[in-house]
Nanobody, 126 residues
Framework: VQLQASGGGLVQAGASLRLSCAAS????????MGWFRQAPGKEREFIAG??????????RYADSVKGRFTVSRDNAKNTVYLQMNNLKPEDTAVYYC??????????????????WGQGTQVTVSS
């Protein structure tokens, strides 16, 4: 599966953005999907994930975004979304999506993901 993230931009603190990650291939529904971000000089970090339907479309979030970000997926469109509200300057990063088929219990770890798409830049000004 190939992935392409989009929807980033430059916004002010407190604003919202919705990122999209479009996937190619007919096996999209078999994957857990994850959103990650990487700020300059920092490691890529997991921020949100959504399971495949057989796991009930479960979601999980990093503490840094819990309550502000919402991940969702539309299997008919082969797309996963990340709704980001109340953005903060510390959310500035390149955002990526990726897939995994590992057990959902282990799907909160960056190294368990692959098929990294091209990222999209999110910049939040204060």
């Amino acid at each position: 599966v190939q992935l392409q993230a989009s929807g980033g931009g430059l916004v002010q603190a407190g604003a919202s953005l919705r990122l999209s990650c479009a996937a190619s291939g007919r096996t999209f529904i078999n994957y857990h999907m994850g959103w990650f971000r990487q700020a300059p000089g920092k490691e890529r970090e997991f921020i949100a994930g959504i399971s495949r339907r057989s796991y009930g479309d479960s979601t999980r979030y990093a503490d840094s975004v819990k309550g502000r970000f919402t991940v969702s997926r539309d299997n008919a469109k082969n797309t996963v979304y990340l709704q980001m509200n109340n953005l903060k300057p510390e959310d500035t990063a390149v955002y990526y999506c990726a897939v995994t088929q590992i057990l959902w219990a282990y799907a909160g770890t960056t190294r368990n993901y692959g098929n990294w798409g091209q990222g999209t830049q999110v910049t939040v000004s204060s």
